[in-house]
């Protein structure tokens, strides 16, 4: 979440004082994102010194303090709305790894792993679900983000489901020959490479 | 007050090399007022626990006892005025008569059940109304869309004094809102002191439940445990 471009949307509405800021961006997301107000000033700071907003220099620093987005902010503002995150590069997915493994261990049931997760992913969606219920359909900002965290947990159960039934085909068939394994190694390089590419 | 119990219900089709034993001991118990999902893969003996439970069909060995009343103790006709009575189901394709409108589709099972017209009309504008869905009830299938429709079903599974409610995945063909009005119907009607059992393979319909049970190889595998909608709203460690 690039709260960055969230306070400039905001102040591409008008001026705004800090303490407004915030409560506006957690009013818009839901409040499915608290912000401290330390944030909201920090990044209200790097975004004066960049020369994407500019604020009323004559009051001291506080929540009564002005801001106003400026024209280079507005340009930033409408690039990044158009700016594809990344979702190119597949995360390095703890999960996957966990099933994986879990299904090459001796003595580890495979599909008692992917319950235990299975299971804590739905009652995770319970509680989004409840949340969502709870407002009654009336606030549409925390619709959309809880409806969001629910398309990806149930992204992660379809897999889950998925690997749950091609991992007991795969045993009714019978062990594969050993060429037919899925070599681990390349795995660990991908993730390796990824690592070093972050930090690097 | 348990609405529904299963007690190690077992449910065998055919014999010999071609036994398959859908059912292999559940046991269920849903309060009346709560709603409980039932996931699990396809084969895994969801939608037999369903029918079991609404009594379309008798399980091998095992007790079911809907309102405290056991099952197998019944006559054929008690089974019936039971089903007529007590229990609604729900299906993914709605079921409704084309030529009658949706008060006329949710009065009729009362009307079934030997219900006077008016009498029966009247209880199914109380539900109509009751469930919001009150501004459609002139209004015949074709004229409503398919969340409407389905939500039409629910009212019609639930009118009169109907206590258990049974779906078989009530939102799998709707998309992600129409879903959502769905549940949020089965809630109304559960808020009204019924008890719902909605079986599906969907996670995200599953989790408008109080309790999700999964099952497989026809056992109860897992449940969850009860939610906690405050845990999100703070932020983590």
């Known amino acids: ?200 | 007050m348990s609405m529904l119990q299963l007690h190690d219900v077992v449910k065998v089709y055919g014999e010999g090399p071609t036994e398959v034993r859908a059912l292999r001991g559940v046991n269920l118990s849903v309060d009346a007022g709560a709603m409980v999902a039932v996931m699990g893969p396809s084969g895994s003996g969801k939608s037999t626990l369903l029918t079991i439970a609404g009594s379309l069909e008798e399980p091998t060995s095992g007790e079911v006892l809907i309102d405290g009343a056991p099952l197998r103790q019944m006559s054929r006709s008690e089974k019936s005025r039971l089903r007529r009575r007590t229990v609604g189901y729900v299906f993914q394709d709605f079921n409704l008569l084309a030529g009658l409108t949706a008060a006329e589709n949710v009065a009729l099972p009362l009307e079934l059940d030997g219900v006077a017209a008016r009498k029966a009309r009247a209880a199914g504008m109380r539900v109509l109304k009751d469930l919001g869905l009150g501004d459609r009830a002139s209004r015949f299938p074709d004229q409503l869309s398919g969340g409407e429709r389905q939500r039409v079903a629910i009212a019609r599974a639930v009118v009169g004094d109907r206590r258990l409610l049974l779906a078989d995945e009530p939102s799998g063909a709707l998309d992600s809102a129409n879903g959502d009005a769905v549940m949020r119907m089965v809630h109304a009607a559960c808020a009204r002191g019924v008890a719902a059992v909605v079986v599906t393979h969907d996670a995200q319909l599953a989790s408008w439940a109080d309790r999700v049970v999964f099952l497989r190889d026809g056992r109860v595998s897992d449940q969850t445990a009860p939610a906690d909608p405050e845990s999100l709203l703070t932020p983590g460690p």
Do not use: C
């Open chain 1, 1 to 200: 979440m690039s709260v960055r471009h969230a306070l400039l949307a905001l102040l591409s509405e008008g001026p705004k004082y800090g303490l407004q800021l915030r409560e506006e961006f957690e009013a818009r997301t839901g409040e499915v994102w608290p912000l401290n107000v330390g944030q909201v000033y920090t990044t209200l700071q790097r975004l004066e010194r960049d020369g994407l907003v500019e604020s009323d220099g004559s009051a001291d620093e506080g929540p009564q303090k002005g801001f106003r987005i400026t024209a280079a902010g507005e340009e930033e503002l409408a690039g990044w709305l158009r700016t594809p995150p990344d979702l190119s590069s597949p995360p390095r997915d703890e999960l996957v790894i966990k099933v994986l493994v879990a299904a090459r261990l001796p003595g580890v049931d495979v599909h008692e792993v992917i319950q235990t997760h299975r299971r804590y992913l739905v009652q995770l969606m319970q509680q989004w679900t409840r949340i969502k219920e709870e407002d009654d359909g009336h606030d549409v900002a925390l619709g959309l983000a809880v409806d969001a965290e629910l398309f990806r947990l149930d992204s992660v159960t379809r897999w889950l489901d998925a690997a749950d039934g091609r991992l007991l085909r795969a045993a009714a068939e019978g062990p594969p020959p050993p060429a037919a394994t899925p070599p681990l190694p390349p795995l660990r390089r991908r993730t390796g490479m990824r690592h070093s590419a972050r930090h690097g």
